[in-house]
């Protein structure tokens, strides 16, 4: 069903992306923290940055010389670039890969932070993509979140995902599915949905700087995460009025009241497909009273 292989690292400057989300970072538990109109966002968003700034440092450290840090929370206006002064911040939406948009471009790698667990499962504000939408995602009928459907989209591209940080049931997620050699950084543990035990914020900086030039200097560790072709994507909703939006797309086969599946041998194409079905069940999601 999945398959890893080895990627090859290609010559002269490094370039590491990091798919930077929110929800995995030390501290968060609640949408409170998480979105602009929360009384802590603004805390959150530079407890993020000095996250974002241990991991730069320990890239640089490792002899990384280019950087570039894709916002990859909500609609990716949150980063300030002042306060990550030594990396490439990428800002703003509609970006055609999302939260690993300029994967395609050639990176030598990716790294995965302030990742959460899929929808449905055990773990910090856990969710695929739209939390209020999407119940649950499969490719190849193994279930997967972002984790699964970024590190899929990287392997169609062939970038390795070598690090991944959250609490610990999202590290655990990750190396399921991504292999044990994968490293990780466990910044909190999940007592719920909405309550979490951070570790002390100064050892996580810590270990951040640690791991990432770890990382980087372990390139024999580092595996490609790719996927069967043809690519069979699955996607139950909340409600049948997503599915009814969904099956305006050619190609889109409704299988049951809220579930709808999508087929095609080039993943990219797939993982646009899943985006365009999420806007468009978006749009659908009416509340009746």
């Known amino acids: 069903m999945f398959s890893r292989k080895h990627g090859a690292l ?57 950087i570039v840090i894709n916002d990859s929370h909500n609609h990716s206006r949150n980063l300030n670039s002042s306060l990550i002064p030594k990396a490439k911040i990428v800002t703003g939406w509609q970006r055609p890969y999302s939260m690993v948009s300029g ?13 959460h667990t899929m929808a449905g499962a055990n773990g910090t504000l856990s969710h695929t993509y739209r939390p209020r939408i999407i119940k649950r995602v ?13 590190a899929a989209l990287a392997g169609a591209f062939n970038v390795p995902v070598v690090l991944v940080s959250g609490d610990k049931e999202t590290c655990a997620e990750a190396n399921n599915l991504l ?6 950084v466990e910044t909190k543990k999940s007592l719920s949905r909405y309550s979490a035990m951070s570790y002390p914020f100064e050892e996580v900086l810590k270990k951040f700087k640690l791991v990432s030039a770890q990382a980087i200097k372990e390139k024999k560790k580092w595996k490609v995460f790719k996927i069967q072709s043809p690519s069979i994507l699955s996607i139950e909703f909340a409600l049948p009025n997503h599915a009814d939006a969904c099956e ?5 086969k409704r299988v049951s009241d809220n579930r709808v599946e999508f087929k095609h041998e080039d993943y990219s194409v797939v993982f646009k497909c899943f985006l365009a079905m999420g806007a468009l069940a978006a749009s659908r999601d009416d509340v009746i009273t």
């Open 10 to 66: 290609k010559k002269g400057t490094m370039k590491i992306l990091i798919s930077a989300d929110l929800e995995g970072v030390n501290g968060v538990a609640h949408t409170d923290q998480i979105y602009p109109e929360g009384k802590y966002y603004k805390e959150t968003v530079v407890r993020w940055s000095k996250e974002l700034n241990a991991i730069v440092e320990g890239l640089h450290e490792a002899g990384v010389k280019e």
């Open 103 to 115: 994967v395609e471009k050639g990176f030598d790698a990716c790294f995965f932070t302030g990742y």
């Open 138 to 150: 499969k490719l190849n009928k193994k279930t997967v979140g972002e984790i699964g459907l970024n």
């Open 179 to 184: 292999g044990k050699q994968l490293f990780t």
């Open 248 to 252: 305006l797309i050619p190609g889109v």
